[in-house]
């Protein structure tokens, strides 16, 4: 069993436990630290530190232990990943993963390469943002520099008459460092996956199509219903993204359309993204597979979308009670619906339990059978 090589995962989340199961499918042992998450998503790894990320004893054992690193959560210390850098190679570098950290350096990085985003002014106080108020048109969004995800640390500032003023909504805020981005109206999100080798081979997946509810990803739709045009644009774009951050591993992009189908980056995932669990089931090669791929130093592997897909979050919101999910059977009565939970042991509202994953013939089934799913779990009623 020790002689399997063992992939250090930093970050206690879904997205390590899929990444887990995964490397524990190729051959690999799996440590993981959490920085004291213990919502159980990581049970699945053969080792897991629950230490703090600041824990001496838990730096020197998952250094000493991983023959490489990777990181499930772009919030990791960047000080902890140059760290962990001088004993064992981790991928993504910590370059990459601290622009994706920070809106304004994400930003900042996109435009220096031409990468088209939505109109925004970095704030520091009032005047700044009386500022940007006054230069940016129409509704505006306050997102918060670091820390954000899944809509936390964002504010919709509507541009109308009886609006606060830059004072107050400063002060509503939080007094702290933000970005003001023009509210796109937008026709569609996207997503592209993107993958990096480590001998510079870069490869996409099928743009997926996604719609948010309460600023959280509800549904991705497989392939997404845009124009060939679209579709190339966006995977030429997050391939041009992963060169330039001269990236290994497995990227989400996000992308903004608005009605005249212009196109724009809307943030980078330094690390697989929810938008691409649908690929565990209906791509030849996974998305956390990939990951694995690339930072042990192997071929990457095909993307190609076997059959149309549609992946539906679980959010705790449809749990009985904090510890009692609902009954599974209709979704496992649908063929082709894929349950995937994520051991965590307290659901909350908001918070992802799980997914599933609809594929089928057409695309117009995969549809249907997720409404249906809707219904009956009542996700998307005011009361979930
Ligand atoms: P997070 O880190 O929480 O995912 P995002 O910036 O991706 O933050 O925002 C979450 C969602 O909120 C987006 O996917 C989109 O639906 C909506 N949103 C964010 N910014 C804008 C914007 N400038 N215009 C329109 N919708 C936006
Ligand atoms: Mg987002």
């Known amino acids: 069993m020790d002689h399997e090589p063992c992939i250090g995962v930093l970050g206690g989340g879904q997205l390590g436990r899929m990444l887990a199961f995964e490397a524990r499918r190729m051959g690999f042992r799996v440590l993981k630290w959490t920085g004291g998450d213990a919502s159980g998503a990581a049970r699945l790894a053969d080792h897991t530190l629950l230490d703090e990320f600041d824990s001496e004893s838990a730096f020197v054992e998952f250094t000493n232990t991983a023959k490489v690193a990777t990181v499930e959560f772009e919030n990791i210390p960047s000080a902890l990943i140059n760290r962990i850098a001088t004993k064992i190679p981790i991928m993504p570098a910590t370059a990459a993963v601290s622009i994706c950290q920070d809106r304004e350096k994400e930003k900042n990085f996109l435009h220096s390469h031409h990468i088209p985003t939505t109109q925004f002014e970095i704030v520091k106080d009032a005047e700044s943002l009386q500022h940007a108020l006054e230069t940016i048109s129409g509704d505006v969004i306050l997102k918060t520099l670091r820390d954000g995800y899944d809509g936390k640390g964002q504010l919709l500032v509507k541009d109308d008459d009886n609006r606060l003023s830059a004072t107050e909504i400063w002060e509503e805020f939080g007094n702290t460092d933000a970005i003001v981005e023009k509210?796109?109206?937008?026709?569609?999100?996207?997503?592209?996956?993107?993958?990096?080798?480590?001998?510079?081979?870069?490869?996409?997946?099928?743009?997926?199509?996604?719609?948010?509810?309460?600023?959280?990803?509800?549904?991705?739709?497989?392939?997404?219903?845009?124009?060939?045009?679209?579709?190339?644009?966006?995977q030429e774009l997050a391939k041009k993204i992963t060169q330039s951050l001269d990236y290994v591993g497995v990227l989400g992009v996000e992308f903004f359309v608005d009605h005249d189908d212009n196109l724009m980056v809307n943030e980078i995932a330094p690390r697989p993204h929810n938008s691409g669990h649908h690929t565990i089931d209906a791509c030849a090669v996974s998305q956390f597979e990939q990951q694995i791929r690339a930072i042990s130093g192997l071929p990457l592997g095909d993307t190609r979308l076997v059959?149309?897909?549609?992946?539906?979050?679980?959010?705790?919101?449809?749990?009985?009670?904090?510890?009692?999910?609902?009954?599974?059977?209709?979704?496992?009565?649908?063929?082709?619906?894929?349950?995937?939970?994520?051991?965590?042991?307290?659901?909350?509202?908001?918070?992802?339990?799980?997914?599933?994953?609809?594929?089928?013939?057409?695309?117009?089934?995969?549809?249907?059978?997720?409404?249906?799913?809707?219904?009956?779990?009542q996700i998307g009623n005011d009361n979930h």
């Open 183 to 234: 509210r796109i109206n937008l026709k569609i999100e996207l997503s592209v996956i993107c993958a990096r080798g480590q001998d510079g081979e870069t490869i996409t997946y099928d743009p997926a199509e996604n719609e948010h509810r309460n600023h959280i990803l509800d549904v991705s739709i497989v392939p997404a219903r845009i124009s060939p045009e679209l579709s190339q644009q966006s």
């Open 307 to 377: 059959q149309p897909a549609v992946m539906l979050n679980l959010l705790g919101d449809i749990w009985d009670a904090p510890t009692i999910p609902p009954d599974w059977a209709p979704i496992h009565r649908i063929p082709g619906a894929k349950l995937h939970l994520y051991g965590k042991s307290h659901a909350k509202p908001g918070r992802k339990m799980g997914h599933v994953t609809f594929t089928a013939p057409t695309l117009d089934e995969a549809l249907a059978h997720m409404e249906s799913i809707k219904k009956t779990y």
